[in-house]
Structures are given as structure tokens and as C-alpha cells.
């Protein structure tokens, strides 16, 4: 199994500023993922992090955006830059540690933008 | 586009009674069905799993029922809860290029089990 931390677990923004959220894993995993979850919806994938490598994005999603960091296999950010009301959402972290095909998440960041 | 449409949307049983909760998804190439369980402020949590080459897999109360040629899978809960009480997710995997996979997700189901 997996214990993902998220921190902050939640946040109130101002328009126009940025948050940077942070994921830190237990145990060493190859694959992270971000995905968001916006009030009473379904989970949306925004990117995958692999260490080593650029972040992939999902259609609808841009680096510009949703900049990640992933400096080592137990930790990576997600930064919300220039945010606007509808960017408030909750952001979750997920990874795969390895063992089969279980993808853990982590309890999310609940952020609302004002 | 929506490639995993689930249903219901919301869900009352009442305690023992059984829960289904159906998923349908049209890309062939999906290899890996998961369902996910997530109570509020609490991230989801897989509750379950099969993969297209069985037809069913029981774990305790909680059975998934996958039909192939149908494209469709499903969920049942026999004598529901009201610690059931959550939103259900049903998820499908595939990859995204390289080694690359992702879980694309249902919308979920509110389910209500009351006491």
C-alpha cells in the first residue's frame, strides 16, 4: 500500500494568486498523478508526473497552468497559478506504487477561490 | 467525451437491502475495471477490481459483475449498510502512450443507505 500526504488539506485564495500543493508518498513510486474534482463531480485527470521526466497533460490541461514539480520518487507539487473562481475545486494526488494495478489517493487539497 | 457512463446517479437502499450501481465503456482496449469508494473529505479508496478476463469477482458483501460483449460491468452490494453510504466511482484503465496508463472515471454514484 501507499500513505499519500497532501498538504494544505485545504485553502481560501485570492483571484489572481497561485497555490502550490504538495504530495509527499511513503514509499518510493515510479507514476503520480493529479487529478481534480470539482464539487459533487467526477475525478479529472490532469497530468502524470514520472521522475525524470516532463509531466504529461491531459487534453484541456497546460504546463502554464498546472506547472509540477517531481524532484524525487516520494514527492512532487502541483502548482494553481493566475487563479480564477473556477479553479476552486479539490486536487488530488494518486500514485501506483508498483504492486499490481492499485492507484492510492491521497485525501485531496479543498480549494476555493474568491 | 465520456467514455465511461455510470449509473444511477443516486442511489436509496434501505439497510440489508442490495445496492447495484452499472457502468458502461466503449474503448475495447480498456484493460483494468476498478470501483472506488469515497466518503466525504476523504480521497477515494479502491473497494474493488476485475479484469475483462472474468465475469465475476466477489470480495465479501461487494461483487462486480463484467460483461465483456456488452461493454458493461457492474457493481452490487448485497446486505447494504448505512456505513455503505458513500459516492461510488467506477473507473477503466488504459494506457496513454509509452508505459504511460490512465483511469478515466465514471461521474459516481450517491448512495443512501437507510437505517
Known amino acids: 500500500s501507499a500513505v499519500i500526504s497532501q498538504k494544505p488539506s485545504r485553502d481560501i485564495c485570492q483571484r489572481g494568486t497561485s497555490l502550490t500543493i504538495q504530495c509527499q508518498v511513503d514509499?518510493?513510486?515510479?507514476?503520480m498523478f493529479w487529478y481534480r474534482q470539482q464539487p459533487g463531480q467526477s475525478l479529472t485527470l490532469i497530468a502524470t508526473?514520472?521522475?525524470?521526466?516532463?509531466?504529461?497533460?491531459e487534453s484541456g490541461f497546460v504546463i502554464d497552468k498546472f506547472p509540477i514539480s517531481r524532484p524525487n520518487l516520494t514527492f512532487s507539487t502541483l502548482t494553481v497559478s493566475n487563479m480564477s473562481p473556477e479553479d476552486s475545486s479539490i486536487y488530488l494526488c494518486?500514485?501506483?506504487?508498483?504492486?499490481?494495478?492499485?492507484?492510492?489517493f491521497g485525501a485531496g487539497t479543498r480549494l476555493s477561490v474568491l | 467525451q465520456q467514455q465511461v457512463k455510470q449509473s444511477p446517479q443516486s442511489l436509496i437502499v434501505q439497510k440489508g437491502g442490495i445496492s447495484i450501481i452499472n457502468c458502461a465503456y466503449e474503448n475495447t482496449a480498456f484493460d483494468y475495471f476498478p470501483w472506488y469508494q469515497q466518503f466525504p473529505g476523504k480521497g477515494p479508496a479502491l473497494l474493488i477490481a476485475i479484469r475483462p478476463d472474468v465475469s465475476e469477482k466477489k470480495e465479501g458483501r461487494f461483487t462486480i459483475s463484467f460483461n465483456k460483449s456488452a461493454k458493461q460491468f457492474s457493481l452490487h452490494i448485497m446486505d447494504s449498510q448505512p456505513g455503505d453510504s458513500a459516492t461510488y466511482f467506477c473507473?477503466?484503465?488504459?494506457?496513454?502512450?509509452?508505459?504511460?496508463?490512465?483511469?478515466?472515471f465514471g461521474k459516481g454514484t450517491l448512495l443512501t443507505v437507510n437505517p
Open positions: 514509499s518510493q513510486v515510479t507514476m
Open positions: 508526473a514520472n521522475q525524470g521526466s516532463e509531466a504529461t497533460y
Open positions: 494518486s500514485v501506483n506504487p508498483g504492486q499490481g494495478s492499485i492507484q492510492y
Open positions: 473507473a477503466t484503465r488504459g494506457f496513454s502512450g509509452g508505459s504511460n496508463y490512465k483511469l478515466t
